[in-house]
């Protein structure tokens, strides 16, 4: 797996959000500056691979050649979309301890939606597709 520049532009652009996020919520918390870069490219591999598996199981929803199929995928996809939320938040606790706290889940859930604009923002800016 090779790093692009649009990932290097994902991380930043994180980091930025997630600072506005920290001076804005006070259940979102970072003690430091290398704490909340670190964090932001923790957020940069799990939305990667949370988006990853959200577009393989949309692709068995709209390819699925049977209702069993397409039932299963749709429960997948109702099942990650709240629990990449609690991925987060465990993943955060987990690296980062008492040192990082991204607030609840609805802060998490504002966070990621907030994330997911940025970059969609930052691809159309280069006008680069995702892949």
């Keep these: 797996m090779r790093i692009r520049p649009i990932d290097l532009v994902d991380v930043l652009v994180y980091l930025v959000v997630l600072g ?6 006070p259940a979102v918390i970072s003690e430091s500056f290398i704490l909340a870069l670190l964090t932001a ?5 799990v ?4 988006l990853l ?4 199981i949309v692709g068995r929803i709209r390819g699925g050649k049977t209702v069993v199929v397409r ?5 997948a996809l109702l099942l990650i ?3 990449s939320k609690f991925l987060v938040l ?3 606790a987990f690296a980062f301890g008492d040192a990082v706290q991204l607030g609840g889940f609805f802060a998490v859930t504002a966070l990621i939606i907030v994330l997911m ?5 930052m691809r159309r800016l280069f006008g680069q597709k995702d892949e």
């Design 41 to 45: 490219i923790l957020l940069k591999i």
């Design 71 to 75: 039932v299963i995928s749709i429960v």
């Design 90 to 92: 465990e993943l955060v």
């Design 117 to 121: 604009l940025a970059r969609g923002g």
């Design 20 to 25: 506005v996020f920290i001076q804005l919520l």
């Design 47 to 50: 939305l990667e691979i949370v």
């Design 81 to 83: 979309l709240p629990g």
């Design 53 to 56: 598996a959200k577009k393989k």
